[in-house]
Structure formats: structure tokens, C-alpha cells
């Protein structure tokens, strides 16, 4: 009969490639059973559902396993399992990272890539928040499909989120009228935006989605006065000039110790949907260099596409549709996101 240490001596030579750690000591090995003729069953929890690796891992895995002598049939289970903070949010205690979406200047495409980013983690099986941040030009109950729904609280006072493509959401496009301009006073913006995050029923979140207004103003220091943020992701186009705006963003990240989790290339080049040919609109990369440049991560780039366009305006983020070429696309900067989240609370 095989003992158990035996096995888990084999599985220490599995060394998951992001965390750079075996996956003993990384405490991923659950539920190890050892049946009659040394069948095997064990559970690999990795550190979340949206892993890349996850068949690379199950791979090594079963080729260590296999190597044990006299070893029987190995059935493996993997899952996934987002890892808390070490310091929780005294605000949000049920939400286990945030995750903030911002920009050196509006019209890149921030907004569209938090509604897509949100519901890909949930694709891939995370439970996750989406917060309109942008208090001055909400956008996310439209590209959400949640237009016109009304937002019904409990005694007044606690938030029911909105659900929508199983994300939960709340955004203040839901409580104000369309078109009514908003000029909030510090000392109110901090209170609407505390209001968000406390007020909300958001229940246990793997990840929060964080939409914030361009730029580098009061709604971003409000929040990293008032949160543990897991990592800020910067979107750029690809001119120079929208770079020039990224470097400001990430100088402020830096200043308010929110770390960098990286940097996501849109509008980066156009598919011709006839052809299939690439045109590089903006010439392309721009974004790519000036994040090995700053050593920061580059998490991907995203096409012009129609059907992000239509999508944002019909309330479906174009991920949502599994048959569109834009769903591995996303599904990538989300599987990116997480491992770098992953790697940063294991710090
Ligand atoms: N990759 C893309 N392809 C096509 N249209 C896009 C793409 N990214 C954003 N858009 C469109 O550009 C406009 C601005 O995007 P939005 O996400 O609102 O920007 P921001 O939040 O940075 O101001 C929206 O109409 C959106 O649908
Ligand atoms: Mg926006």
C-alpha cells in the first residue's frame, strides 16, 4: 500500500509556474485518498478558478504521480480557490481583492473593459463585483444591460446589487437620470463613493471590478484613502500621446502605494472581418514597450472591434458571446489579471 507521504514527496517536485513554489508548501494538495491497488484520488486547489495553467499543472501532476512505483488508477480534481488578503477591508469584509480600472484620459475604452473583464472572471467560475466608480459619467447600467432598472435597497439603506451576465453590480447611472448633470463637492463624492462599497449587499466577491473616471483625481485618492486595493490595471490606446497620459496614471498609483497589476492595450488594431487581415491603425505596441520599459506587466491587447462597440451599447459585453473570437481575448487578460493578483497575495 502507498503511504501518503510518499505521494505528497512526488508531488512536491510540482512546481506551479507563476508562483515559482511547489505545490505542497503553496497548500494547494486537498482531499489525498488512497484507495485499494494504490489507486489515488487528490484535489489540486489552485489559487483561482481563472488559472492559465491549469492544464499545464493537472499535466505535471499526473506525469510525478505516474512515477511512483506500483502507483494504480489517479484520478485528479482541479479547482480553484481565491486566496484572502492578509489585510482585509474593514469596508467591503467579504470582498477578497479589488481590482481598479483606470486611465490617463476618458474615451480609451476603461469602462468597456470593466464590464468585459468583470464578466470573464465570472466565466471562468470566480464570484465577482462590478462598482461604477465614475461618478460624473456612469456607463456601466447601460453597457451592463441595466438601463432602467431600479436599484431596491432593505430599510433604505443597504444597496440590493444589480446581477447581470453573473457579475453583481451597482452603479450610480441606476439612481440619478439620464442626462442630469452631476457636480459633486468633495466631502459628497467620498460619501456617494463610501456609500458603494459599505452600503452595497455585495456578499463574498473573489474580485470587486472598480470603474474609475479618467484621470487622476479625488474619486482614485478617495479610494486608496478608504480601501486596501489588491492593484490598479491601466488601459491605453496605442498613441503616444494617450501614453504620455498612462505614465501620469501609474505615477499616481505609485504615489498612493496602489500596486501596478498592468497595463491592457485597446483599440490596438483593427481585424478586417472579410480578410482577416491586421491593420495597425495607431501603430501598434506602444503600450507593450512602455510597459517593459517601467517593468510593468503587459496584459494584453484588444482589436477595434464592431462588436464592442454594439455590445457596450446593447448592454452585452461582447465576451458574454462564447462563438465571438473577442471571448478568448478577454478571457486571457482576465486569466492574466488573476494570476498577478495571485502572485501578489502570496507576497
Ligand atoms: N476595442 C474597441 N472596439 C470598438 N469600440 C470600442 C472599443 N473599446 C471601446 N470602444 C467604444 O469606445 C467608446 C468609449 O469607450 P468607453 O469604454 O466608454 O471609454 P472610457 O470609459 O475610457 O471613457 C464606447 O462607445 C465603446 O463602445
Ligand atoms: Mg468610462
Redesign the pocket.
Known amino acids: 500500500m502507498l503511504q501518503k507521504k510518499d505521494i505528497m514527496d512526488a508531488l512536491s517536485k510540482v512546481i506551479d509556474p507563476e508562483l515559482h513554489k511547489d505545490i505542497v508548501s503553496l497548500g494547494m494538495v486537498k482531499d489525498l485518498i488512497v484507495h485499494e491497488e494504490n489507486k489515488i484520488n487528490v484535489t489540486i486547489e489552485l489559487t483561482t478558478p481563472a488559472c492559465p495553467l491549469k492544464g499545464e499543472i493537472e499535466a505535471d501532476v499526473r506525469k510525478h504521480l505516474e512515477e511512483i512505483p506500483g502507483v494504480g488508477e489517479i484520478k485528479i480534481e482541479m479547482t480553484g480557490k481565491v486566496r484572502e488578503k492578509t489585510k482585509k477591508d474593514d469596508l467591503i469584509p467579504g470582498v477578497k481583492h479589488t481590482i481598479l480600472v483606470g486611465?490617463g484620459?476618458?474615451?480609451?475604452?476603461?469602462?468597456?473593459?470593466?464590464?468585459n473583464l468583470a464578466v470573464a472572471l465570472a466565466k471562468t467560475g470566480a464570484k465577482v463585483g462590478l462598482l461604477d466608480a465614475?461618478i460624473y459619467?456612469p456607463?456601466m447600467n447601460l453597457?451592463m444591460g441595466a438601463k432602467d432598472e431600479p436599484v431596491y435597497t432593505i430599510d433604505g439603506t443597504i444597496m440590493i446589487p444589480l446581477e447581470r451576465y453573473g457579475v453583481k453590480m451597482i452603479s450610480i447611472g441606476s439612481l440619478v437620470e439620464e442626462g442630469q448633470a452631476l457636480i459633486w463637492r468633495g466631502p459628497m463624492l467620498q460619501s456617494v463613493l463610501l456609500q458603494f462599497l459599505k452600503d452595497v449587499q455585495w456578499g463574498v466577491l473573489d474580485y470587486l471590478v472598480i470603474?474609475l473616471p479618467?484621470g487622476t483625481g479625488d474619486v482614485q485618492l478617495a479610494l486608496a484613502q478608504n480601501i486596501q486595493a489588491t492593484g490598479a490595471v491601466i488601459?491605453s490606446t496605442p498613441q503616444d500621446i494617450a501614453l504620455s497620459d498612462v505614465r501620469r496614471a501609474w505615477n499616481m498609483f505609485d504615489k498612493v502605494k496602489i500596486p501596478i497589476l498592468g497595463i491592457i492595450e485597446?483599440?490596438?488594431y483593427f481585424l478586417c472581418p472579410h480578410c482577416g487581415e491586421r491593420t495597425d491603425i495607431f501603430s501598434t505596441g506602444g503600450a507593450k514597450e512602455a510597459a517593459e520599459q517601467n517593468n510593468i506587466q503587459f496584459l494584453g491587447e484588444?482589436?477595434?472591434?464592431?462588436?464592442?462597440?454594439?455590445?457596450?451599447?446593447e448592454g452585452m459585453p461582447a465576451v458574454w458571446d462564447e462563438s465571438n473570437p473577442l471571448f478568448e481575448i478577454f478571457i486571457k487578460i482576465a486569466q492574466n489579471i488573476a494570476g498577478k493578483i495571485s502572485q501578489i497575495s502570496l507576497c
Open positions: 486611465s484620459k476618458g474615451g480609451v475604452g476603461k469602462s468597456t473593459v470593466a464590464a465614475d459619467g456607463s453597457m470603474d479618467p488601459v485597446n483599440m490596438s484588444i482589436p477595434i472591434d464592431i462588436s464592442i462597440r454594439k455590445g457596450g451599447d
